[in-house]
């Protein structure tokens, strides 16, 4: 697989992650973004690449995180996510997304 590929799919999948964070209240955990993630984006998509997107979705201000017990991430949409999400904004390593607000 292409670099250029690779980040074509990565930024895909980020977008992919804050829809589902929208459609589904704001707050997920790691694994039902993964679990969402295979059944809506891809059976190819690793934990790995999961958490490697929540932490570059978390540095670009797209979302929060809460750990339970140490072991459970928690991540929460923030405004930023929501517009990108909807395509109103550019972030960087995000899929300029064409989703309407529904």
């Known amino acids: 697989m292409t670099e250029g590929f690779r980040d074509f799919t990565a ?3 980020r977008v992919f992650i804050l829809r589902l964070l929208v459609e589904d209240g ?5 694994s039902v973004i993964f679990r969402g993630s295979e059944h809506g984006f891809s059976k ?4 790995d690449e999961i ?3 929540l932490d570059l979705l978390r540095e670009r201000g797209c979302v929060t995180e ?5 072991k459970l991430r928690v991540v929460s949409i923030t405004d930023r996510g929501t517009d990108a999400a ?3 904004i ?4 995000v899929e ?5 607000d529904r």
């Not at 809460?66 to 140490?70: D, M, Q, S």
């Not at 550019?90 to 390593?93: H, L, Q, S």
């Not at 300029?96 to 309407?100: D, G, K, T, Y």
């Open 96 to 100: 300029q997304s064409r989703w309407e």
């Open 90 to 93: 550019f972030v960087a390593g």
């Open 66 to 70: 809460e750990w339970f017990k140490g």
């Open 26 to 30: 704001g707050s997920l955990n790691e």
């Open 51 to 53: 958490r490697a997107d």
């Open 86 to 88: 909807q395509g109103k």
């Open 44 to 47: 190819r998509t690793t934990r």
């Open 11 to 13: 930024e895909s999948r």
